[in-house]
C-alpha cells in the first residue's frame, strides 16, 4: 500500500492538571518529546477535541499511543507535563532524510528550548533522548534542526521552529513533515538545497558543484520527420538515435529496488531501461520492462501503481523542492494493460493513464502511449510521446526527471517497485519521489546539431 501522502509528525503540548484547585502558575513544567517517522495518525488523535479536566494529559497520551499500536506507525510528541518523573526526547530523523544517500550514523538533532540547548544523547536506532524545563505559564519556543556531520562541519538538512506562546492549557498541534524547511538549508548558495545536493551525490560546499545548468542525461534531437509511431509500441529504427547512456557513461536502468514484497530480481540486477529523444515538439520515452517469459501482466487494480507499470516524474524549471508546487511538477502513470486486459494504447478505447495526486495537472491530450506486452523474443515496451509546452520543458534548460517501474507478480495489490535515480530500499521499503521532487535526477534537452549540448 502506497505511503500516505499525508504524512505528518504530531506535536502535543500538555499539561497535566488533574483537578480544577491546581495551580495555574508556580511550578516548573517539564518538557518531554518523542519524535519518530509517522504515517497518517494525525486524523485519529483528533488534536482539537475537548479533553476531560482529570488527568487530561494522560487521556490524551494514551489515546495517542494507543493508535500508534493499532496502525502500526509511529508518531512526534513534544508535550509540557507537571511534575514528570523522567521527562524526555525522543526523536527520530522526519522520513525525508531516511534514505541511503545520507548516512544516519551522522545524522543528529540540534534542539533548544527558548533559546537554550537541550542535551541529546543517543538512544535506540535513529532515536535521541534528552530533557528540558519551562515554566508554567512562560513562553515557549521550540527549534528542531536535523544536521548531517561532514568532517569537522556540521550540514543542516531540515529545520523546524515554532512559538508555542504561553503554556498554561493543553495545547495539541500537529505538525506535518512539509512543516520542516528544507529548500532554504543551502550551505554553497547555488540554490540547490543542502538535501537535494546530498541525493544528487554533489558538494554542498562547492557552487560550482553541479554547476547552474549540469544535467545527469542529455537527450538527443532528432528531424521531426524521423519521428517514431507511439502508439504502435514498437521499437522503430529512430529509436537508435536515442540517448540510453548518462553522462558518466552508464545504461539509463531502472534497477534500484525500493519497495520488495516478493522481488525476483535483486537490487542493482534487472533489464529494465529507458530512452529518450525528442524533435523540439514532443519529448519521446522508450521504456523496456521485463524480458520474455519473465513477466506476469496485471491490470486488475483500481490504484494504477498496484498493476504492472511505469511512473514517469519531471521539474520543468528544476526548482528540486521538497514539495511539488503545483506549477511544474509532474507524475504520470501509465500501466501495462488497458481496462479490457490488452496492451494499453492511448489511441484505444479503455487506455489507461493517471496523474498522480501531487502533480501539477496536466492535458491528457498533451500525452500519447503505446505498449508491447512481452511475447517472442520482444520485452514489455513503454513508448510514450509529451509535448513539450505543455510539460513547460524548454530546449537548453535542465529539467528535473526520473522513472520508476510498478511490478505486480500475482494480481491484487503492487509486490515490487524500482528506480532509476531514486535510493534503494535498505532495510524497509522506501518511495520518496511522488512527495519530494527533489528526489529526481536531471536532463536537458540538446539543440538540433548539438547533440553533445555543448
Not at 493499532?70 to 527520530?92: K, M, R, V, Y
Not at 540547490?192 to 554547476?211: A, F, K, V
Not at 534497477?255 to 540486477?269: E, K, V
Not at 501503481?305 to 511544474?328: H, K, L, M, P, T
Amino acid at each position: 500500500m502506497r505511503i500516505s501522502a499525508k504524512s505528518s509528525l504530531q506535536l502535543s503540548v500538555l499539561i497535566s492538571r488533574p483537578y480544577a484547585e491546581r495551580p495555574v502558575t508556580g511550578p516548573k513544567m517539564k518538557l518531554a518529546t518523542r519524535m519518530a517517522g509517522y504515517h497518517g495518525l494525525a486524523q485519529r488523535c483528533l488534536p482539537g477535541r475537548a479533553l476531560p479536566r482529570r488527568q487530561s494529559g494522560l487521556v490524551f497520551l494514551l489515546t495517542c499511543l494507543s493508535q500508534i499500536g493499532c496502525d502500526g506507525g509511529s508518531t512526534s510528541e513534544i508535550h509540557f507535563e507537571q511534575n514528570a518523573s523522567e521527562p524526555n526526547f525522543n526523536l527520530s530523523p522526519p522520513e525525508v532524510l531516511q534514505t541511503r544517500a545520507i548516512d544516519n550514523a551522522f545524522v543528529e538533532p540540534r534542539v533548544t528550548l527558548n533559546g537554550n540547548p537541550v542535551t541529546l544523547q543517543p538512544s535506540t536506532g535513529t532515536n535521541w533522548r534528552g530533557s528540558g524545563q519551562v515554566d508554567q505559564g512562560a513562553v515557549a519556543s521550540i527549534s528542531v534542526v536535523w544536521i548531517e556531520k561532514v568532517g569537522a562541519r556540521e550540514l543542516p538538512l531540515a529545520e523546524y521552529q515554532k512559538n508555542m506562546g504561553v503554556i498554561n492549557s493543553n495545547q495539541p498541534v500537529v505538525i506535518e513533515v512539509a512543516d520542516y524547511e528544507i529548500d532554504q538549508q543551502d550551505e554553497d548558495g547555488d540554490r540547490i538545497s543542502n538535501l537535494s545536493e546530498r541525493i544528487g551525490n554533489t558538494d554542498p560546499y562547492d557552487p560550482e558543484d553541479p554547476g547552474a545548468n549540469f544535467a545527469q542525461v542529455l537527450v538527443r534531437h532528432i528531424d521531426p520527420a524521423d519521428a517514431p509511431e507511439i502508439n504502435d509500441g514498437r521499437f522503430d529504427a529512430v529509436w537508435r538515435e536515442a540517448q540510453y547512456q548518462d553522462e558518466n557513461g552508464a545504461r539509463m536502468s531502472i534497477n534500484r529496488l525500493m519497495i520488495d514484497r516478493g522481488a525476483t530480481r535483486l537490487d542493482g540486477d534487472t533489464e529494465y531501461y529507458w530512452a529518450a529523444m525528442h524533435d523540439g515538439e514532443y519529448l519521446y520515452l522508450l521504456v523496456f520492462g521485463a524480458d520474455q517469459g519473465r513477466q506476469t501482466p496485471f491490470g486488475d487494480s483500481i490504484l494504477m501503481y498496484d498493476d504492472d507499470a511505469i511512473e514517469i516524474f519531471w521539474d520543468g524549471d528544476n526548482s528540486r523542492a521538497s514539495r511539488y508546487d503545483g506549477i511544474n511538477d509532474f507524475h504520470m502513470l501509465i500501466p501495462l494493460l488497458g481496462e479490457e486486459g490488452a496492451p494499453n494504447r492511448s489511441d484505444q478505447a479503455g487506455g489507461r493513464m493517471a496523474i498522480g495526486g501531487n502533480s501539477a495537472s496536466f492535458p491528457r491530450a498533451a500525452v500519447d502511449w503505446g505498449v508491447n506486452v512481452s511475447s517472442g523474443t520482444d520485452p514489455d515496451l513503454w513508448e510514450v510521446r509529451i509535448r513539450l509546452d505543455e510539460a513547460d520543458l524548454e530546449i537548453g534548460r535542465t529539467f528535473g526527471f526520473e522513472v520508476q517501474l510498478d511490478d505486480d507478480l500475482n494480481g491484487g495489490a503492487r509486490d515490487v517497485k524500482w528506480g532509476w535515480a531514486h535510493p534503494s530500499r535498505s532495510d524497509s521499503d522506501i518511495d520518496f519521489t511522488y512527495r519530494f521532487p527533489n528526489y529526481m535526477s536531471t536532463a536537458r534537452l540538446c539543440r538540433p546539431g548539438n547533440n553533445d549540448c555543448s
